[in-house]
């Protein structure tokens, strides 16, 4: 190739090269932006669950209803007949468990709307974390005692790194936990 032929490459190829490198920053800052803002986020969900009265003042352990928390990437969200397992006998007569039991009757997923997510571009295995004893409360804080699960922590690269990065500090009420991996292929596979 010659010296001229370089040089063309150069001037058409290297515009176009910083284009998409800048544009794919542009629309990862953006896309990346819901999980940025997330925090406080708290919808309206199908039916008005108290996590403050059932792992609160009931103190049902978190795993009995999110069950995939200890062996899954996923927590999982509780099939209906999870809730029935008491709400089958117990107040069955209060409005939210009449519309809880019409979802079960009819073997309808109930439509609750997530609130803790981790961007699609990122790796996060709840079993991993979970089974090394790092409390729930860790990354979404205090939810016993909300009555209306919001979102109190940020689920960004930031925030994920500093844990790994200071866990023994940030974590000091769990002596056992040491530093996390901080390698990208952690998290981004």
């Not at 109930?110 to 090394?132: C, T």
Request: net charge positive.
């Amino acid at each position: 190739m010659t010296k001229s032929q370089l040089d063309y490459n150069l001037r058409i190829r290297l515009p176009i090269i910083i284009f998409v490198a800048l544009a794919s920053l542009v629309v990862t800052y953006f896309i990346s932006r819901a999980e940025r803002d997330g925090v406080g986020y708290a919808p309206n969900q199908p039916i008005a669950f108290s996590h403050k009265l059932h792992a609160g003042v009931m103190r049902i352990d978190c795993k009995y209803c999110h069950t995939g928390v200890t062996v899954s990437s996923n927590a999982t969200i509780p099939p209906v007949s999870t809730c029935m397992n008491c709400h089958s006998v117990a107040r069955k007569n209060k409005p939210e468990i009449i519309k809880l039991t019409k979802y079960y009757e009819e073997n309808t997923a109930l439509p609750w709307k997530r609130i803790h997510r981790v961007p699609d571009y990122a790796y996060f295995n709840h079993s991993v974390h979970v089974n090394r004893g790092i409390n729930c409360s860790s990354c979404h804080g205090r939810i016993e005692t909300m009555d209306a699960v919001a979102q109190v922590s940020e689920f960004t690269m930031a925030a994920c790194l500093n844990c790994h990065r200071n866990a023994p500090s940030i974590l000091q009420d769990m002596p056992k936990i040491q530093k996390g991996p901080d390698n990208c292929s952690t998290c981004h596979r």
